[in-house]
């Protein structure tokens, strides 16, 4: 038995611990509790640190790493044709694998033990299994030719990439399916996606834009531009992108809806209705100006919302901590009050929350005996967290950016004493030549 003594011990799902202990045998939490009640066993002492389940990524493209930057101040149309060109050009699988990797590392040294990943590569899988973290790996399909050939195409292909990836699954590392958006996948293959009958979770972007929202509900706007562009003969589909996959029959199958930005109060029922989870990515929808998501009233319905980094090729961080700040900022912004989301909540959200929307709270999320010993600890004596007199508070308005002291994903030691444990010394200067072979493409004007 291991036990790990912090100042402050946060489960979550009850009120802060003041010197809590948190004990784990083979990977399972069998104590959370004072310190003096704890079990006997091995101490390792995080001194002056707040401890708290290992955060979940509700969201994020891992295999973007490399394109951190690139791509700025471009309308959303623009940005996703350039990264799709810039991709297409410079990427290969082994760059691609080690963007995710990064990406990865990136997340571990800021507590981030669960990754839900939406991936065209298929690399991310092999990423989360080499460095010993939970995810799922959403295998994204695209298509917005509606016509039965191009439906079958896309899916013969979808089918032979998940038969691929499937011997990387383990116990940790889980597979999905994310049929993209609606401004990327035809009706027929949305709908043909959902029927599926193999038992794979589901994620798709909906409601994330504007553009995308003039697409659905008019057939107007960049998107429809750039089908008609190709022949592809574009209407409307619906009142909105989440009432289109509501008719498609896409909630029947529960995915995981990530962003939902443009959704109306309607919208939310249905979510609500169909016991979707959400992927809530506050920094990336304002990066990209797309607005303020209704968080508030999302989880007044009884939704499960999670956390999530989205790329950083569209945020350029991934930090959850500092999701969660931005989160409560925006939220009481929009609001104009000053208790329209807490800190507590906040942080419920980037850990249980997120473990909620994507199936997993069952395993992690939260610090209870017979969970797995997802955990992450956080040094308070970081001048930025001096003096503390909240746990909670300090971890979301003051330890946004500081790296994790300790973090351990089902019992295995990944961060200790601030170091990454197994790091590839060389990783960083490759994922920097493929920054510089992208940079020569876009100095090219390639994009």
């Avoid at 409560?328 to 929350?353: I, K, M, N, P, Y």
């Avoid at 999320?365 to 001048?383: C, H, I, R, T, V």
């Avoid at 197994?422 to 072979?437: F, K, Y």
Wanted: aromatic share 4%; with cysteine.
């Amino acid at each position: 038995m291991i036990r790990y003594h912090a100042r402050w011990v946060v489960p979550i799902t009850r009120p802060p611990l003041r010197d809590g202990t948190v004990a784990e045998v083979g990977g399972r939490i069998v104590y959370v509790g004072d310190r003096d009640g704890a079990p006997p066993g091995e101490d390792r002492d995080l001194g002056d640190a707040v401890l708290l389940p290992g955060l979940v990524n509700a969201h994020t493209h891992l295999e973007l790493t490399a394109f951190r930057g690139l791509l700025e101040d471009l309308p959303f149309r623009e940005w996703i044709a350039r990264l799709q060109r810039a991709k297409e050009a410079v990427m290969s699988p082994e760059r691609f694998l080690d963007a995710a990797r990064l990406g990865i590392t990136e997340g571990l040294r800021a507590g981030i033990t669960t990754y839900a990943d939406s991936c065209d590569s298929g690399t991310s899988l092999q990423a989360m299994r080499e460095l010993g973290v939970r995810g799922i790996m959403y295998q994204e399909v695209f298509g917005p030719d509606p016509s039965p050939a191009r439906v079958r195409h896309s899916a013969m292909a979808l089918h032979e990439k998940l038969l691929a990836l499937h011997p990387l699954v383990t116990e940790l590392q889980h597979l999905g399916v994310s049929p993209h958006a609606a401004y990327t996948v035809s009706d027929p293959l949305l709908a043909l996606v959902a029927r599926s009958e193999l038992p794979l979770p589901l994620a798709i972007h909906v409601g994330e834009s504007e553009s995308e929202l003039r697409l659905v509900r008019d057939g107007e706007g960049p998107f429809a531009d750039a089908l008609r562009a190709r022949g592809i003969a574009v209407g409307p589909r619906g009142r909105s992108p989440l009432a289109l996959l509501l008719r498609l029959g896409v909630l029947e199958s529960r995915p995981l809806l990530i962003h939902c930005v443009q959704v109306d109060s309607e919208d939310v029922r249905a979510i609500a209705a169909a016991g979707c989870g959400v992927a809530h990515c506050p920094i990336s929808n304002a990066k990209l100006g797309h607005g303020i998501a209704p968080v508030v009233e999302m989880l007044d319905a009884g939704i499960a919302v999670g956390l999530g980094s989205d790329s950083m090729a569209s945020n350029n961080r991934m930090d959850l901590l500092e999701e969660a700040r931005v989160a409560v900022l925006v939220q009481r912004a929009r609001a104009g009050a000053f208790d329209a989301l807490s800190a507590h909540r906040a942080l419920e959200l980037a850990t249980l929350g997120g473990a909620r929307a994507l199936g997993l709270a069952h395993r992690v999320g939260s610090l209870e005996p017979g969970k797995e010993a997802d955990l992450a600890a956080f040094d308070l004596l970081e001048p930025c967290a001096t003096p503390s007199y909240d746990a909670a508070t300090a971890l979301v308005f003051a330890l946004g950016g500081q790296p994790a002291k300790f973090v351990s994903v089902a019992g295995n030691v990944r961060v200790w004493e601030w170091r990454l444990r197994g790091e590839d010394p060389a990783l960083v200067a490759r994922v920097s030549e493929t920054g510089e072979a992208l940079m020569r493409w876009r100095e090219r004007g390639d994009g």
